[in-house]
């Protein structure tokens, strides 16, 4: 999410057009998300439900509550009776940047910089229209553009002004899912997204003369619809399911303001396509414990598209994602939870993102139950740029803490 180390040093472009997306849970569960890190779209940092997230940021394989009806429709018909499901997402970013030679203005010395915010809350109901059929709808924040930086890093040496960055707003979706149960224990959902938003994005440009030195803003209006498929099988003690979201075509319009320039511009973006599978076992042997695993395929590729402002062409890899939770009941009433997972970037199949995930869900009454998650991701890699005849290099360290508390209320 360094954009302004990328203006001061050089860097692909000033502005990056961030991912509006996961939007359905891109690489893992329930969706919300920010970016962060300085690849072109700074990758993706998810929160999903609490329970999701304290399994392994699984999605398909842990969806037994209202918030399956953003991942995996299909299993809504996997519990009895109508639910209703309220979350509240924290998530805190951090980034450090160690330059290997000196190009900051503190000679070479480390910068540093932590973002924290709360999500909007996520919301979902299922109706148990009858046996077979279940129905849901539910609302969800795909993308946090929320982000505020502002140093005099690059005011020494050969550059003046001030650096500050900072983004606001969000793009959200309102989802209507369907649920229909077969023979055999198959069941077949379907969701479909109506997704819409109005982040903004304003950063100074720092230069070596005042006359290089700007303001720029952009104001995006972002606007698409994509469906999401599912199936799922309960077999008791084994239950998998699959879930397919097709890629979504998101219309934006876009605002972009220079020093005194303003022009307006239109575009148009497509969503990944998401292929997920995932296998739950309950194991009820001397110690009753449960196992989460999905294996997630992000069509990265989907993404590519050109600037309408910069006019540069993005592209990006696919990428495969693996989730592991491990649920055990310490009594009746409470379970706790931990897991692992391991995310590449959609740029270089060679940065990784590790996850430890753990906590716990207890029955507040027989018809409450509460969710509490928590999640801690780490990222380590070098990055380099090049701006006129200087080549700057930096090692990049980058943390996130995601906290999720959530209440699911059996109707």
């Not at 302004?4 to 329930?30: D, E, M, N, Q, R």
């Not at 309220?86 to 503190?106: C, G, K, M, Q, Y």
């Not at 720092?206 to 599912?230: H, P, Q, V």
Request: aromatic residues 14%.
């Amino acid at each position: 999410m360094l954009k302004g180390v990328k203006s001061a040093c050089g860097g692909k472009k000033t502005i990056k057009i961030l991912i509006p997306a996961l939007l359905a849970a891109l690489t893992i569960p329930s969706p919300a998300f920010t970016n962060l890190g300085m690849l072109d779209l700074g990758d993706p940092v998810y929160s999903g439900g609490a329970k999701s997230l304290a399994l392994g940021l699984t999605s398909v394989s842990s969806a037994k509550n209202a918030t399956c009806l953003f991942s995996n429709a299909a299993s809504m018909s996997a519990f009895d009776g109508s639910r209703f499901y309220f979350s509240l997402p924290l998530v805190t970013v951090s980034e450090r940047v160690i330059p290997d030679n000196n190009w900051s203005a503190d000679g070479g010395g480390a910068y540093y910089n932590a973002n924290s915010y709360f999500e909007i809350p996520e919301t979902a109901f299922v109706y148990a229209f009858s046996d077979r059929v279940r129905l849901g709808m539910g609302m969800i924040q795909l993308m946090n553009f929320s982000y505020k930086h502002e140093a005099e890093a690059y005011s020494g040496g050969s550059y003046i002004g001030k650096f500050d960055y900072k983004g606001s707003g969000n793009i959200r979706s309102f989802d209507i899912a369907a649920a229909l149960k077969f023979s055999g224990g198959w069941s077949w959902g379907m969701t479909h997204e109506i997704i819409s938003g109005n982040p903004s994005i304003e950063t100074s440009i720092i230069g070596t003369s005042e006359a290089s030195t700007k303001r720029e803003k952009r104001e995006y209006d972002f606007s698409g619809s994509r469906t999401n498929l599912s199936l799922y099988r309960d077999r008791g003690l084994w239950n998998y399911g699959l879930a397919y979201t097709a890629p979504a075509g998101l219309d934006y319009d876009v605002k972009y303001t220079s020093g005194t320039d303003s022009r307006k511009e239109k575009g148009a973006l497509d969503l990944p396509r998401k292929l997920v599978f995932g296998l739950n076992h309950i194991w009820a042997g001397a110690v009753s414990a449960s196992i989460y695993f999905d294996i997630v395929k992000t069509f990265w590729s989907d993404m590519s598209f050109i600037d309408p402002v910069t006019l540069v062409k993005h592209n990006y890899k696919d990428s495969v994602s693996y989730h592991l939770g491990i649920e055990n009941d310490l009594s009746s009433t409470l379970q706790i939870r931990y897991g692992m997972a391991f995310i590449p970037s959609y740029e270089r199949t060679s940065v990784e993102r590790a996850y430890l995930t753990a906590g716990f869900g207890y029955y507040i009454s027989s018809n409450m139950y509460m969710d509490l998650g928590y999640a801690y991701g780490r990222r380590n890699y070098l990055e380099s740029w090049q701006r006129f005849s200087t080549s700057y290099d930096a090692r990049i360290q980058e943390s996130m803490h995601m906290f999720n508390v959530s209440l699911d209320w059996r109707l």
